[in-house]
């Protein structure tokens, strides 16, 4: 085998093997804080709203919160242009406000991901107002 090849295919496997690692712990942490639900790193349980999954990460109340999903950019047609969608997770209330965006073509079903965070949010803060 090809000396350079070989090294092209550790490469990738590497890269491979650290991405589900790094998949695993961010599980791992979610089901051990109650994660109800995330969205490329924005998160929450059924009080809060964490940003991150460092130990230091921002914690917002969820009480008073609402969120919304704006898309911006354009559609490439047919194959001609650039993509340049992006989907903003938009999160506001008392003391709190927060733009998440990303990039529709970085992740698979990227805004039905986010329009799913948002209304599993906005149903978690009504429940805790109601309480």
């Known amino acids: ?3 350079l090849l070989a090294v092209i295919i550790i490469l990738v496997v590497l890269s491979i093997g650290t991405a589900v690692a790094h998949g695993i712990q961010e599980a791992n942490k979610n089901r051990d804080e109650g994660v109800i639900a995330d969205f490329e790193g924005l998160r929450f349980t059924r009080t809060e709203l964490i940003e991150g999954y460092w130990k230091n990460a921002t914690r917002h109340s969820l009480a008073g919160l609402s969120a919304r999903v704006e898309d911006t950019g354009k559609k490439a047609h047919l194959g001609r242009g650039r993509d340049d969608r992006r989907v903003h997770v938009i999160v506001e209330g008392p003391h709190t406000a927060i ?6 073509g970085d992740t698979l079903n990227a805004d039905a991901r986010a329009r799913q965070f948002v209304t599993r949010l906005n149903m978690a803060s009504r429940q805790l107002e109601q309480h």
């Open 99 to 104: 733009v998440h965006s990303k990039r529709v």
């Open 1 to 3: 085998m090809d000396p």
